[in-house]
């Protein structure tokens, strides 16, 4: 299988969230050594003040300075700060990034070059994580790195999530975009566009949709109408069989010219991709 990064702001996001912990964490460390540098002058200045009252023979000068340098030096020391641990939204998006990779890692296993695996493909409807085209089947492919029991009913996605010794610490959590989208909607938007797309460019090709769940553990609870063609769990029992599946060809119909197709993707993503960054940085 052959693959190709369009974009990947999920890399993105997880970088700028890194350095901004890093900028944080530089910060506290400019701020300790500071305090470092007042608490250790302080102490050395009444130690200078204790010589400089003994040779003036001021002697209860003296003791009050020594009694001010005992004091400063037997004081807690600042507490050399620590690199802070990954935010929640940092851990959301690198734990999406693996769940891509695995997903990724999967389907090169098992489909051989006449597949291209498109990373990061965006249109109008937004962005896919992954897009697969092959002679037999063009596949959005929305992947969810969820730990827990994800239920899908129409368009009311939610997981309840459980802790390592298998007790429910959440449950009925709702699973949406920052749209306020279901994943089915998300791939659904892309998928309706794309085909769109390559409908005018005089390929009718019906793009299919999956969602796949790639956390370890992912597994599925009430799915009633998903509204995609496939959700499947990554780590699940016959998780390649059923996407397998997923890729069988219509009946009569001719092998899909996957290199034409490709071309259309990487022409309507960059047109899209230029759109959103002159939008973001505007």
């Not at 999920?10 to 506290?28: I, K, M, P």
């Not at 949406?176 to 769109?196: C, T, Y």
């Not at 219509?250 to 993503?269: E, F, I, K, R, S």
């Amino acid at each position: 299988m052959r693959v190709q990064t369009l974009s990947d702001h999920t890399a993105d996001q997880v970088r700028l969230a890194q350095e901004s912990r890093e900028a944080a964490y530089r910060q506290q460390r400019e701020a300790w050594r500071a305090e470092v540098e007042r608490r250790e002058a302080a102490i050395a200045g009444r130690k200078a003040a204790i010589g400089t009252a003994m040779r003036d023979r001021r002697f209860f000068a003296a003791l009050g300075h020594a009694l001010s340098w005992l004091a400063s030096s037997l004081s807690r020391r600042p507490s050399e700060p620590e690199m802070p641990a990954a935010g929640e939204d940092e851990g959301r998006f690198a734990g999406g990034r693996e769940g891509e990779e695995r997903v990724q890692a999967d389907l090169s296993t098992w489909l051989d070059d006449r597949w291209m695996l498109f990373k990061g493909y965006r249109n109008r409807g937004g962005e896919t994580d992954l897009l697969l085209l092959g002679p037999t089947a063009v596949v959005a492919i929305e992947v969810k790195t969820l730990n827990g029991v994800v239920h899908a009913q129409g368009t009311e996605w939610s997981r309840d999530k459980y802790d390592r010794y298998g007790n429910l610490v959440q449950e009925g959590v709702p699973v949406r975009d920052a749209k306020g989208r279901a994943p089915s909607q998300q791939v659904n938007a892309v998928a309706d566009e794309l085909q769109g797309f390559l409908l005018r460019r005089g390929q009718p090709v019906a793009v299919r949709r999956a969602v796949v769940l790639a956390h370890e553990n992912s597994r599925l609870g009430v799915i009633e109408r998903p509204g995609v063609d496939f959700l499947g769990v990554l780590q699940g029992e016959g998780f390649r069989e059923q996407f397998q599946n997923l890729l069988r060809p219509l009946l009569g119909a001719a092998p899909l010219n996957v290199g034409a197709l490709g071309q259309l993707v990487c022409q309507d993503h960059a047109f899209h991709e230029q759109r959103f960054v002159q939008r973001r940085s505007g």
